[in-house]
């Protein structure tokens, strides 16, 4: 490998030089977020029209703008159940939803509960169920019905194949139909559990997070999601459920700075490519998203600049390796919780400390960024790249690929819609789609500003959907097609999907124009 000879600082500013070229800026940071968000009021409005009652949350890399295309991140779903409701105590009943209590017994570790199911009293509160609901519920010693996290399996198999799905993929608690997707089922919860006071109340030097940060984090939901502790008897780990805050990790996440993105970008790469043939995913990415948030809130903040990227990398190792030490793992959000435990050995952890301590000790001989591969960022830092073409051309991949991901998502719309309507006739068909093209119409006048975005994309689709049902009911009677369909074929014009145009040309045929 070509020696590196240059200041720490002026290390620095070539790996930010390599983000920049690579499209790993500012505003590409935003606009993923924003996309990404897009794409999920997309697919939640989808939902509203078929009447599934969830909503979906993107989470984690994509969302963030914590990716590189060279990193071919998961996009990862929580899909909130919102027929359920759970609660912490007795007396907050939900009418209309599936109630359930979170508890917890001397069998349940930190960040874990159990979930039973709740029944109403005739004088307006609520009691423990006695009677099983599904055939995975169980029974335990005290009465109560627990509901079992393998239930998640039954619901996602029927709501897949209602998608012509036949196949799921599971990776932990996560539920899919692709590779390059991971879906969560989830159960919100109101409630802040004792263990998430710790975010609020314990000391800290305040510059960071923001008061306002937490003040919308308190008001966030938590989710209980279908895992147990993997040291749990098997017998006790489909009864829990795991406490998630990955909605306030996530406007954690959106308050970073573009050079504390880019040190937890580098920290990502060095873990893939220097960790994971030695610790697996045992090593999580989630370990590093604590170890940026912690040093970021005990440290100063004008250190983060594009000058000390790198340095800035070695607090927050230096972070990591006082924890391997201590054998614990603080989780930011929650109170007590280790991250290492169920994840890595003791043995594991004296390792990892010892690598780490090697990582940091040489980081600044740069051997280990130079020797990078992914998205040749090694290679572009030896090459002291400085070239706006391949920016402009990376910056395009990567809106290319954002592109295509919304664009899968209006045609899962029209396949959806296509599928709720092909076993009804034409009556109630029009009937439907009209009911869809108004609550997407009232989206675009009374909906947020991304309701009303994606409001703007699905119309014309809704709009192609209606008029050819339409045209056909018109074809068939050999009534003229009347001048409200042509407008209405017109309207899904607006869309870059070439599905309106193909409906109309097919109108035009049947009709002999």
């Known amino acids: 490998m070509t020696s590196y000879k240059k200041t720490k600082e002026e290390f620095s500013r070539d790996v930010y030089e390599v983000f920049q070229a690579i499209g790993v800026t500012s505003d590409m940071i935003l606009r993923r977020r924003h996309d990404y968000q897009l794409l999920v009021t997309l697919h939640s409005t989808n939902f509203k029209l078929l009447e599934v009652p969830c909503s979906t949350f993107i989470v984690g890399s994509q969302v963030e703008g914590s990716t590189t295309l060279g990193m071919k991140s998961d996009i990862d779903f929580v899909s909130r159940l919102d027929m359920f409701h759970v609660v912490l105590r007795l007396g907050a009943w939900q ?7 979170a508890f917890k017994d001397e069998t349940t570790p930190l960040q874990f ?13 609520q009691e423990y169920m006695r009677d099983p609901v599904d055939d995975t519920d169980i029974v335990d010693k005290n009465g109560r019905v ?13 709501e897949l194949k209602k998608f012509g799905e036949e196949k799921m993929i599971k990776h932990g608690p996560s539920r899919s139909t692709h590779d390059q997707i991971d879906c969560v089922v989830a159960f919100p919860c109101n409630d802040v559990p004792e263990e998430c006071e710790d975010l609020y109340q314990r000391s800290r030097p305040g510059h960071w997070p923001k008061t306002e940060t937490l003040e919308y984090a308190r008001q966030c939901q938590v989710f209980f999601i279908p895992q147990g502790h993997p040291h749990s008897p098997v017998n006790e780990r489909q009864l829990q459920w795991r406490l998630s805050t990955t909605l306030q990790e996530r406007k954690l ?21 220097h960790c994971e043939t030695k610790f697996g995913d045992n090593f999580s990415t989630f370990h590093l998203k604590t170890a940026m948030l912690f040093t970021i809130e005990r440290h100063p903040p004008d250190i983060w600049c594009i000058d000390n990227i790198v340095v800035c990398a070695t607090y927050c190792i230096d972070t990591l390796i006082q924890w391997a030490h ?23 952890i004296n390792d990892l400390e010892s690598f780490l301590t090697h990582l940091n000790n040489h980081i600044e001989e740069y051997r280990y960024i130079c020797n990078l591969k992914m998205d040749c960022f090694g290679e572009m830092v030896l090459q002291k790249v400085h070239d706006q073409k391949n920016k402009i051309k990376r910056q395009k991949e990567i809106l290319n690929t954002i592109e295509a991901i919304v664009a899968s998502e209006q045609q899962n719309t029209i396949m959806s819609i296509h599928s709720q309507i092909s076993t009804v006739d034409v009556n109630t068909a029009v009937s439907s789609v009209t009911k869809h093209a108004t609550y997407v119409r009232s989206l675009q006048i009374h909906g947020s500003e991304l309701q009303r975005e994606a409001a703007d994309l699905l119309f014309p689709l809704v709009s192609g959907i209606l008029a050819s049902i339409q045209s056909s009911r018109c074809i068939d009677s050999r009534q003229p097609v009347t001048r409200g369909i042509i407008n209405l074929y017109e309207g899904s014009f607006e869309c870059n999907l070439m599905n309106g145009k193909l409906k109309y040309a097919s109108m035009l045929y049947n009709s002999g124009q």
């Not at 509960?113 to 509160?125: H, M, N």
């Not at 793992?329 to 994840?343: A, D, E, I, R």
């Open 95 to 101: 009418t209309g939803n599936i109630n359930l209590l």
């Open 113 to 125: 509960y159990k979930l039973c199911r709740l029944q109403p009293t005739p004088d307006g509160s």
């Open 146 to 158: 627990l509901i079992n996290n393998t239930w998640v399996d039954t619901f996602a198999m029927l």
């Open 253 to 273: 996440m959106f308050d970073f700075i573009e050079e504390q993105m880019l040190v937890y970008i580098l920290l990502k790469m060095l873990k893939k490519e």
């Open 326 to 348: 201590d054998k614990v793992c603080p989780h930011f959000t929650m109170g007590g919780v280790n991250l290492f435990h169920g994840k890595l050995s003791e043995s594991e």
